[in-house]
């Protein structure tokens, strides 16, 4: 990322030394992804609630009656569809909000794990709209990445769609990589 950024922000090349330069930000890279992870989590908690309550109308439901089930059996499923709908929601505003803090460990390496995620929360603060939209671009060229390589595949047979594949996620994820980090 180091590099990337440099090279984005117009300073001098650092070379190919700098790729390794980072290597002993490895484990604090691993610790920082756990604690994102967990982080989401956390914001996905009161969905996942929601889908364990939903369960209680068919725990509740008398079995002598049919027409009870079914009635409990479709109130279950109404809720169970809007804790998923609520569980998704928050997942992607907790995936927003620690978007950045990859970015923020690879410019400030002094910076700790939480101090990146809540300086990531702070970054991202009243421009999740505009981030969703980007990460929605994103998805559109995946789409168009699996397209190229099902068409090449097709026709070309395995080993070029492969090759296609890796030539297409590599330059994929060096715009992905280096759209979020001007963003």
């Known amino acids: 990322y180091h590099w990337m950024l440099s090279r984005l922000r117009g300073k001098e090349d650092p070379g190919l030394i700098a790729v390794f330069s980072r290597r002993k930000l490895f484990l604090k890279a691993i610790g920082l992804r756990l604690w994102v992870m967990l982080k989401v989590f956390i914001f996905m908690l009161p ?4 889908s364990v309550l939903s369960l209680v109308p068919l725990w509740t439901a008398d079995s ?14 109404s809720m169970a569809s809007f804790s998923s709908i609520v569980t ?8 927003l909000r620690t978007s950045l803090s990859e970015f923020i460990v690879a410019d400030q390496p002094e910076t700790g794990i939480r101090e990146a995620v809540k300086h990531s929360g702070d970054l991202t603060r009243g421009k999740k709209p505009v981030l969703f939209l980007l990460f929605i671009s ?16 097709s026709l ?28």
Not at 138 to 151: D, P
Not at 156 to 177: N, T
């Open 47 to 50: 969905g996942v609630a929601l």
């Open 88 to 95: 998704l929601v928050l997942g992607v505003i907790g995936l």
């Open 138 to 153: 994103f998805a559109i060229w995946y789409l168009g990445e699996v397209l190229a390589v099902s068409l090449f595949g």
């Open 64 to 77: 002598s009656s049919s027409i009870s089930v079914l009635s409990s059996a479709n109130t279950a499923m």
């Open 156 to 183: 070309l047979g395995s080993i070029p769609a492969l090759m296609v594949e890796m030539l297409c996620s590599l330059a994929l994820q060096v715009y992905v990589y280096t759209s979020v980090g001007a963003f």
